[in-house]
């Protein structure tokens, strides 16, 4: 017998409205890894994970026969847990398939991140779920076929539920294509009216609910409404493709509850529950004497469900050969590190990513940024696990050529995304939006090594950046070529640095890669740091904000605003 844990009952008295309705479906999105109640890096209990959604997801099916239960995608990178089954242990059963067969979800969405790891982990997972992936406008280039399951029907006290899922077709410009070789990745409007036609026509549904792992923001990364295979195109389908009743997205992690208006003026629910199993989104859909269907939504956060003894005990055997892996002593930290601190100029947190690249690829110069906002590396010891604190993605090492003109406007790019645009104005060295957080994400922010520069805040865009030499302190030429490090992200166009920075074309990015390493950029900083156990965590201090006179009463002014005083 299933019993309500702590705290569950608060939620669901708080949803009884939407509960005794008639069909519930409950969603997760961008779980990232967030597995057990337990952070590998800083080795103690979190108050988010799959253990507390297990725990909410049984107590609603204590209350309701009517049930639907699914993931969003981006499940399959994010934590040391899925470091270590998709890449040290790849061959046993994926920690992830036990999970999501053991909660009995329905389907999951593909995301973004479930392709980074590449077709030797995702193609496993397809066969090892008891449940499809779904994206249906991820395609077999041969057949023109989805290379996942399209949609799925879920047939519920009588009412057949149709759910068709989608994923930002933005993954070509983010991994190399060996990461998603045979696959295209076609706009998500144009197939979100194919499949509402197809599933319409050959399934009859009563209700027809979108699980798309793609953002809220359509204009996100100075895309608009009109730009083809937009990566954040969940509106835009609820605006423009009729008959969705509700639409369940994720993909940038944000939370949203909103109701949007169809293309003939109906309602469409559209929720965003965030990430790492920090809330389950709730949608309920009453079907009225006409049989028409009404949606209601909320996001019922999970900080306060109490973890599940059940759920803890069934994996707890992977929990501890996860931590075995993740508590092996790597290196000692001598000195504090912050990640914030390179909002302000050279920080060893970055740096070593820096000097591993540089190191391995043999480049001229690399490019590199903070990965999260405000991640701290105590004094101690520096272990496996806290190594995804450090670098957080499974990204892999390429390098392009650029010429020393295009590097530099890719650097004043980076650093418009970075800088106000009057600082005196503003009273704010860095961008940040009303509620005094960053305007820009973090990740962003790429600085360079290999060169020393200098930085001007107080100068317009296209005017900021002033490189001085290379590193060694030989001439720096505008008009020569130079190999340059990146991550697999970035040497791919993720986050438009290359094309509105540099000026290259998807097709120029392509044509400049030079070299492209296999290994996983994290395990090239690990032997960095193992080769190099006395000067790994040194900054470099090969850039700065100028005049320093001038810009120091401003970053001290950020730092109070970012608690870093």
């Not at 993740?326 to 601190?341: D, F, G, I, P």
């Not at 340059?484 to 992200?489: D, E, H, L, T």
Request: net charge negative; proline share 4%; charged share 20%.
């Amino acid at each position: 017998m299933r019993q309500l844990v702590c705290g569950v009952a608060t939620f669901l008295l708080a949803s009884a409205s939407l509960i005794a309705q008639n069909i519930n479906v409950l969603y997760t999105t961008d779980v990232h890894g967030a597995i057990f109640p337990y952070s590998f890096t800083e080795e103690k209990a979190v108050n988010n994970s799959m253990s507390q959604v297990f725990s909410y997801i049984q107590a609603v099916r204590d209350t309701s026969v009517n049930v639907i239960v699914l993931d969003n995608g981006d499940f399959l990178q994010g934590t040391p847990v899925n470091y270590y089954y998709n890449y040290v242990e790849p061959t046993a059963v994926n920690i992830v398939s036990e999970v999501y067969n053991y909660l009995g979800f329905d389907a999951i969405g593909v995301g973004n991140h479930d392709i980074e790891p590449g077709h030797e982990v995702y193609d496993k997972i397809k066969h090892e779920l008891h449940m499809p992936l779904i994206a249906a406008n991820a395609v077999d280039k041969q057949t023109r076929q989805p290379y996942f399951a399209p949609y799925i029907v879920a047939e519920r006290s009588g009412k057949r539920i149709a759910v068709i899922g989608l994923i930002t077709p933005y993954i070509s410009h983010w991994l190399p294509e060996s990461k998603w070789a045979g696959i295209d990745f076609e706009d998500m409007v144009e197939s979100a009216q194919k499949w509402v036609n197809i599933v319409r026509e050959k399934e009859h549904p009563d209700a027809i609910i979108g699980l798309f792992h793609s953002g809220y923001d359509y204009t996100y990364g100075g895309q608009t409404a009109d730009s083809y295979c937009n990566e954040n195109a969940s509106v835009l389908v609820a605006e423009r493709v009729e008959g969705f009743n509700a639409i369940l997205i994720g993909h940038d992690h944000k939370m949203y509850n909103r109701t949007i208006l169809g293309p003939k003026g109906a309602e469409v629910a559209v929720l965003d529950a965030g990430t790492a199993a920090r809330n389950v989104g709730l949608l309920s859909i009453n079907f009225d004497a006409q049989g028409k269907a009404h949606c209601k939504t909320q996001l019922v956060d999970m900080k306060n469900v109490a973890p599940s003894a059940q759920f803890d005990q069934n994996f707890a055997s992977h929990l501890d050969k996860v931590k075995n892996y993740t508590q092996k002593q790597l290196s000692y930290v001598s000195t504090e590190m912050h990640s914030t601190e390179a909002l302000f100029g050279s920080a060893s947190i970055v740096d070593v990513a820096h000097k591993a690249m540089l190191s391995y690829a043999k480049a001229d110069v690399s490019i590199s940024a903070p990965l999260q906002f405000n991640t701290v590396i105590p004094v101690g010891n520096l272990t496996v696990g806290k190594m995804f604190s450090i670098y957080r993605y499974e990204n892999t090492l390429n390098v392009l050529t650029l010429s020393g003109e295009e590097l530099k406007n890719y650097l004043e790019y980076s650093y418009s995304l970075w800088l106000s645009d009057d600082v005196e104005k503003e009273n704010h060295l860095i961008k940040v939006n009303d509620r005094g957080r960053l305007k820009n994400p973090i990740f962003n922010f790429d600085s360079a090594a290999g060169i020393i520069y200098t930085v001007d805040p107080f100068k317009p865009d296209g005017e900021r950046i002033s490189i001085v030499s290379m590193a060694d302190g030989t001439p720096f030429d505008m008009q020569k070529n130079y190999t340059v490090a990146f991550n697999s992200y970035r040497s791919n166009g993720g986050g438009g640095h290359l094309e509105r920075g540099a000026g290259l074309t998807q097709q120029e990015i392509a044509q400049r890669q030079i070299k492209s390493f296999d290994r996983d950029l994290r395990s090239i900083i690990v032997d960095y740091i193992a080769n190099n156990p006395d000067t790994w965590n040194k900054p470099l201090n090969n850039w700065k904000f100028v005049p320093e006179n001038r810009v120091e009463k401003y970053i001290d002014v950020d730092k109070k605003i970012f608690n870093l005083q």
